[in-house]
């Protein structure tokens, strides 16, 4: 988790932070009501600071995966990379990703074609 | 050691997760994707599913709001079906008027009437029409044809051009030629002009648009230059400088043809093909100097054929364009080579021969990257390998950002050689202005030329007679072999005979016969040759040279007699030339007109290499010749073709040329050394017959050369190869200003300073060769082979490679997401209350703390593998689970068994020592001391080492165990999504 640095800094992230609590707290609510259980308020609060966490550490290796390939920008790649521990995760992100660029492949000839019809 | 007390102790970010992966906030959108993407996907599928997701809206089930909605379009589709059945109709505007190109009138719908259409204007671009959505082939044609208009009117302007052709039309008339080609015309803009045509709707192709449309190779089009894209020049420059270009006004008026000429030369390699006299070096001192502004520290390297015609031009450019002396230098070969090289590094213009500079380059001491302008004088010369061309060639291989301007009087005698020109200099455009273009009428002045024909002398007739007598048996015997046509042996010449020599020996006769006769014709042709020259010294030049020749020959005498008869009638003020083509005529005219001393005094002026029968004269005495010429020392020079070209002495009044020339070029600079400052006579002295017709010839061939170079059609240029160099964004305004001269230009001996000073130091020695090399180019040893090592290039290459080809096939990677803004993603106000109430407020008054995680509160789920959904479990969560599985098994299992005669043998020793010091102490220490210390100092420790360590191993062992496996924990939660 990155310190905040400043004042306004750690307010934000604070505001983020409640943010999160709360788009936990009403998934969990959905997840409960689907599943017929009850969860606590503590719970809630404990999912949201290990979810707080996880993001943490996954935005300073996504950084520094990118980083290390030489980039400034973060790609699919280094999210693989991150997922790499785990197989079936792996494989779920991997078919992400191959979708997202067979339709990016078809937009793009689409639009050529298009620019060629027009001309 | 003691990991079962904090061997779980969680510092602030780490977080513990039990072993179930069942996450469940993400589980959702993945799904929720999928469905969406198959219903955009093309696919067959896409069918079924959309079917059965239309069935489905009846259903209750938990679908999302998006996906809903997406049925109802799917619906809406389908709906249409029925669409065509009713009518509806398509066109209730009313109709409108269509512009089109031609009046035909094409089928119109009876279910739409078609309004009227009218004829466009040719040239000014009407108003694109306005027509429904059915007429949708008939706006594409008009508007093609649009388009094309446009096209072609911004093809023939373009931005750095417009200037020039406004200083044109404020001239009134323009006999300018432009001429380029049009290879970097944009090649959406040529796409369209070129490729479409227009049609009818019948598919049928229209003729007027046409007729108006040249086609593409002969069309005289200026391209955008200024919007070209290329790689941005190495050379430093000087911003501020480049925003304007100097046109100096030190001579006086401005000539229009100069300042176009200069204009287009500054972004273009050009050919400036102007008449002798007009002041080509004028408009290569403006191009220098401006470039000189524009870059910091670039060279300039002016070139001229000969160190006379260099000398002069370095005067110009000091007095004209006011490049500073100190920055100057001349160097031609017999400047030493250190020398040379110090002049390379701290000197920025040269005015060099083209000799010396291409060992320059080769020897590596001029810096071929360093170089942004290259002027070549006398241009035409670059053609096969004159070292004009190869400087170019050399230079193009290391430095892509060069300009090259190319001056001369005469490009060539045919279009073939002004191609080659074109070719060898890398010009992209050719400038042409000959005497009657209308642009330089006004300063060309009138120059009167006189023929005076004459016969032969008797004398002359009488050598003819016994030459041909002499020759004609040998003639006769080439003529019954068939090997020469040629009856009359006054008439024969070298280049008929060389002819009719080859064509012998290359035809059927010449191959089949035999080796006597072979050598019999090659026995004839061989004293024929030399012959056939003196024949034509005797018969032009008179039969002085003659004379000498065929005693050079030793063959049979004629009486010599000068020949000389030079027209020169001087008051004190004039200056002639003459011309000559050998050398032995100048000399002889140069004798018989020094008998006229000191009316007339006269020298020869000749190259530098020595013939028999007389010396050659080196650049130091030619200029010197020069400078006492002008200054009115000799009044008469007597040149072979060495003072055709280039020379600039303005108040040559009389040009006598003593023979003639078929070659126009040489015609023409020889009449071009005269009407510089003043009118000027031209007298021609021609041998009735052969010269007469030679002098016509040249007349002729020179004006169809010029009328073909004007026309410029048939030339290739290379405007690949012709950057601009001012970056794209840069467009310098014309700046007419009077320049100011350093001082250290006017002052006295300043041309003369420019050379520099031989070697000070005794340092004579050559310096080492440097070997500049082109960019990217490989250096230093590959290894071939093996494939362990690859090249720095070839990594490189590959890398490159690699990185094109994931662009290309990653193509989700390209658009970069946007962040968000804040405002997005931070609660609202109602939704922080909403938090408040529902997850951050407990009832009770307890203070809450939300703790790490303690793992040993829950050893059952640790050693169990959760029930999965989407997500199956990686490895190094059941790795976790079996590890911790195993530590809580192996706490069940006896501790390893320690070795009974180990065990026995610590008692045992343990025992003994006891004993022993507790029973006789004084006297065991004193009788055993040595033994006994020893065996206590070194046996225990060693005895702990032996049995202890794997005693304490065998009791860590589910320890450690435990505490890789929480690490395990730890690092899974942090690296799994």
Redesign the interface.
């Known amino acids: 988790?990155p310190e905040a640095t400043d004042s306004s800094d750690s307010q934000?992230n604070d505001?983020?932070k409640?943010?999160l609590?709360?788009h936990?707290?009403q998934?969990?609510?959905e997840?409960t009501i689907n599943l017929g259980v009850n969860a606590t308020?503590?719970y809630?609060?404990?999912l949201t600071?290990?979810?707080w966490?996880?993001i943490?550490?996954?935005a300073t290796?996504l950084e520094s995966f990118a980083k290390h390939a030489g980039r400034n920008?973060i790609?699919?790649?280094d999210?693989l990379l991150?997922?790499?521990?785990?197989?079936?995760?792996e494989s779920?992100?991997k078919q992400?990703?191959d979708?997202?660029?067979v339709?990016?492949?078809q937009k793009?000839k689409e639009k050529k074609d298009a620019q060629r019809n027009g001309? | 050691m003691d990991i079962d007390d904090d061997g779980l102790g969680l510092t602030g970010g780490e977080v513990f997760v039990p072993s179930s992966q069942r996450y469940e906030p993400c589980s959702e959108p993945p799904r929720k994707k999928r469905r969406t993407r198959q219903i955009l996907a093309d696919s067959d599928d896409e069918i079924s599913s959309s079917q059965a997701s239309e069935t489905s809206v009846t259903l209750p089930t938990s679908t999302s709001k998006e996906f809903i909605a997406i049925d109802d379009e799917l619906l809406g589709q389908e709906r249409s079906k029925y669409e065509h059945v009713l009518h509806k109709p398509a066109f209730v505007e009313s109709q409108k008027n269509e512009f089109v190109t031609q009046i035909d009138q094409p089928w119109s719908s009876p279910t739409r009437i078609r309004g009227p259409r009218w004829r466009k204007k040719s040239l000014t671009p009407s108003p694109s029409p306005e027509t429904g959505p059915g007429s949708h082939e008939v706006e594409r044609t008009t508007i093609v044809a649009n388009l094309g208009d446009d096209v072609l009117v911004a093809d023939d302007f373009d931005d750095d051009e417009i200037e020039a052709l406004m200083a044109d039309r404020d001239l009134g008339t323009s006999a300018s030629i432009s001429v380029g080609s049009g290879a970097s015309v944009p090649a959406l803009q040529r796409q369209s002009s070129k490729n479409m045509r227009q049609t009818t709707l019948f598919g049928l192709h229209t003729t007027q648009r046409q007729a108006q449309s040249r086609p593409s190779a002969t069309q005289a089009h200026n391209w955008r230059l200024a919007e070209r894209d290329e790689p941005p020049t190495h050379h430093k420059i000087d911003e501020v400088a480049m925003r304007k270009w100097i046109f100096p006004l030190n001579v006086g008026t401005i000539r229009d043809y100069q300042y176009n000429i200069v204009h287009k030369a500054l972004y273009n390699n050009i050919l400036v093909a102007l008449p002798t006299g007009l002041g080509k070096t004028f408009i290569a001192a403006s191009v220098m100097m401006n470039w000189y502004n524009w870059t910091k520290s670039a060279q300039i390297v002016f070139m001229a054929p000969t160190k006379p015609l260099v000398a002069q031009q370095i005067e110009a450019c000091f007095h004209i364009a006011g490049i500073p002396r100190s920055q100057t230098t001349l160097m031609t070969g017999e400047i030493p080579p250190d020398v040379r090289r110090e002049e390379w590094q701290t000197k920025r213009v040269f005015f060099m021969t083209p000799q010396t500079m291409i060992n320059d380059l080769k020897t590596g001491i001029a810096d071929p990257k360093r170089i942004v302008l290259v002027v070549v004088d006398e241009a035409h010369k670059a053609q096969g390998n004159y070292a004009y061309v190869e400087i170019v060639r050399f230079l193009h291989r290391f430095n892509l950002s060069f300009r090259v301007l190319a001056l001369t009087a005469t490009p060539g005698s045919t279009v073939e050689t002004v191609q080659k020109v074109v070719d060898g200099l890398d010009i992209a455009r050719v400038e042409i202005r000959t005497e009657d273009s209308i642009d330089i009428q006004a300063f060309v002045h009138q120059r009167n030329i006189e023929l005076e024909l004459f016969d032969y002398s008797d004398e002359i007739q009488m050598c003819l007679d016994l030459f041909s007598k002499a020759v004609k048996p040998v003639l006769d015997k080439l003529c019954s072999q068939n090997a020469s046509w040629m009856k009359d042996p006054t008439r024969i010449t070298l280049y008929g005979l060389m002819q009719a020599k080859k064509q012998w020996f290359a035809s059927d006769a010449g191959r089949k016969a035999s080796q006597g006769v072979k050598g019999m014709v090659l026995a004839c042709f061989q004293p024929l040759l030399p012959l056939a020259h003196n024949l034509e010294l005797l018969k032009f030049h008179g039969v002085g040279p003659f004379y000498r020749k065929m005693k050079v020959f030793q063959d049979e005498s004629g009486k010599g007699q000068g020949a000389g008869r030079a027209g020169g009638r001087p008051p004190s003020e004039t200056r002639i030339m003459v011309f000559a083509h050998y050398r032995e005529s100048a000399e002889e005219i140069c004798r018989v007109l020094n008998r006229h001393e000191p009316m007339i005094r006269a020298h020869v002026f000749v190259g530098q290499s020595n013939t028999k029968g007389s010396d050659g004269m080196d650049q130091k005495k030619q200029t010197e010749i020069i400078k006492k010429f002008k200054a009115g020392t000799y009044n008469t020079i007597v040149a072979t073709s060495i003072g055709e070209e280039g020379l600039d002495i303005g108040e040559v009044d009389l040009i006598v040329c003593y023979d003639c020339s078929k070659s126009p070029i040489r015609m023409l600079q020889r009449m071009g050394r005269t009407g510089r400052k003043r009118a000027g006579n031209i007298v021609m002295l021609l041998m009735r017959d052969k010269e007469e017709g030679d002098y016509y010839k040249a007349k002729d061939n020179y004006q169809k050369m010029q009328e073909m170079i004007e026309s410029g059609k048939e030339f290739t240029f290379h405007t690949d190869r012709s950057p601009r160099i001012v970056p794209k964004g840069i467009n310098p305004s014309v700046s007419k200003e009077h320049v100011d001269i350093p001082i250290e230009n006017t002052q006295p001996g300043s041309v003369e300073s420019v050379e520099p000073k031989r070697s000070r130091g005794k340092n004579k020695k050559k310096p080492p060769k440097k070997f500049h090399m082109p960019d990217n180019v490989e250096t230093g040893f590959t290894f071939l082979g093996t494939k362990k090592k690859k090249s720095r290039l070839e990594e490189e290459k590959e890398r490159l490679q690699a990185s094109k080809h994931k662009k290309k096939r990653d193509p989700s990677d390209e658009d970069i997401a946007v962040m968000p803004a804040d405002s997005e993603i931070l609660l609202t106000p109602a939704q922080e209350a909403d938090l408040e109430a529902r997850y951050a407020t407990i009832p009770g008054t307890e203070e809450q703390f939300i703790q790490a995680i303690d793992v040993r509160n829950q050893p059952e789920k640790l050693r169990r593998l959760d029930k999965t959904t989407l997500v199956g479990h990686s490895k190094a969560t059941r790795d976790v689970v079996q590890a911790f599985g195993l530590a809580r098994n192996s706490t069940q299992y006896k501790q390893r068994p320690i070795q009974p005669a180990e065990e026995d043998l610590r008692l045992l020793y343990r025992q003994s020592v006891a004993e022993l010091q507790q029973i006789e102490a004084p006297f065991y220490v004193s009788q055993t001391n040595t033994v006994a210390a020893a065996s206590q100092a070194d046996a225990l420790p060693e005895l702990n080492n032996l049995f202890g360590s794997p005693a304490k191993t065998s009791k860590e062992k589910p320890n450690q165990a435990k505490k890789r496996a929480s690490k395990r924990v730890i690092s899974d939660d942090d690296d799994d999504g």
């Open positions: 988790m934000i505001r983020l409640s943010t609590w709360y936990v707290g998934l969990v609510d997840e308020p503590q809630i609060g404990s600071e290990l979810v966490a996880q943490g550490t996954v290796d920008t790609k699919t790649d999210v991150l997922a790499r521990r785990n197989e079936g995760l779920i992100l992400k990703v979708e997202i660029r339709k990016n492949e793009a001309s």
